[in-house]
């Protein structure tokens, strides 16, 4: 059974494109979780105990891996302090706040923004051009974000409004566009160790928003379908996608990766049709074809010298 474990586990991580659409994928159920946890569960007490279960499931697993990294991380630590505050907590505390104050539609095609942004960072930080063909690719798979956020429908992007749940989004957008280009330079150690350092720091710098929540008088104690929202963000966002995630970028890097986060949206509006009972259009079909179209063709096409 262990070697079969290992065989598997050894073949999905030389797989980067299915990391990166099993991680989106685990994304897009974020997103259904956070908005069907609206009224449930606290946003911040959703942020910080979410990180408590990663943390607790890494100190059964990857202890060692943490052990032996430490001497090496240790001089790294302001970048790591950093990643996991920003990429993870804050990005996680914005993202659960905005659903309180925006709509779906706008959340969708905000968070099509992140590769954009990492394209732009990708450019400026490290000199990373991205071919005509890759860009082309990038701009078919926001059309696929933009045609299921606008529902199939022009008039539904004419009537947008912004309010403060869309700058608190956007904020996200370029605090995970940063983690991601600053996984291309992460110390050289095991994933596991790495991430577990980070989901530590996610934890403790989230603790001060759950006491805030609590002084505030705005904590909820969770309902049923908070604590189901709260055991996905704990288990597959917060871990299983997150290493997924890393492995896809220490293979293709930041931009290419970057790419498949327009999926996220997909995956959002497909899971819920099937969890929530929302109404699969055709819009949603074109939306699928021409964001795994953009993907195929930045990843194939745009590719080739």
């Not at 059974?1 to 991580?13: E, G, H, N, P, Q």
């Not at 992140?114 to 701009?139: D, H, K, N």
């Not at 008039?155 to 991601?180: M, P, R, S, W």
Request: with cysteine.
């Amino acid at each position: 059974m262990t070697a079969l474990y290992l065989t598997a586990r050894d073949w999905l991580y030389r797989q980067p494109s299915l990391l990166l659409v099993l991680t989106t994928a685990m994304w897009g159920g974020n997103g259904v979780a956070g908005k069907a946890a609206v009224g449930e569960i606290g946003p911040m007490t959703l942020v910080c105990w979410r990180w408590l279960i990663a943390c607790l499931i890494l100190t059964a697993i990857a202890r060692q891996d943490f052990t032996r990294d430490w001497p090496i991380m240790r001089r790294h630590w302001l970048a790591i302090v950093l990643m996991g505050a920003l990429g993870f907590t804050a990005f996680n505390a914005l993202f659960y706040l905005s659903a309180h104050y925006t709509s779906a539609v706008n959340m969708t095609i905000l968070q099509g923004a992140i590769p954009v942004f990492v394209l732009l960072g990708a450019l400026i930080f490290f000199r990373v051009r991205a071919t005509p063909i890759q860009l082309f690719g990038v701009l078919v798979t926001l059309a696929g974000v933009t045609t299921i956020a606008a529902q199939g429908s022009l008039e539904t992007l004419k009537k947008l409004t912004f309010n403060i749940g869309d700058i608190f989004l956007i904020i996200a957008c370029v605090f995970y566009a940063g983690y991601t280009l600053a996984l291309r330079n992460r110390p050289q150690v095991s994933p596991l160790g790495f991430f577990t350092a980070m989901a530590a720091i996610a934890f403790v710098t989230s603790i001060p928003l759950f006491v805030l929540e609590v002084a505030r008088g705005e904590f909820i104690w969770p309902t049923g379908k908070g604590y189901a929202a709260l055991l996905y963000a704990g288990i597959f966002p917060s871990l299983v996608s997150q290493l997924f995630f890393m492995r896809g970028v220490a293979i293709v890097g930041p931009s290419r990766a970057g790419i498949f986060t327009n999926l996220v949206p997909v995956f959002g509006a497909l899971f819920a049709v099937l969890f929530l009972g929302e109404p699969f259009h055709l819009y949603h079909a074109a939306a699928l074809v021409l964001v795994v179209g953009g993907i195929l063709i930045a990843e194939t096409i745009g590719r080739r010298p």
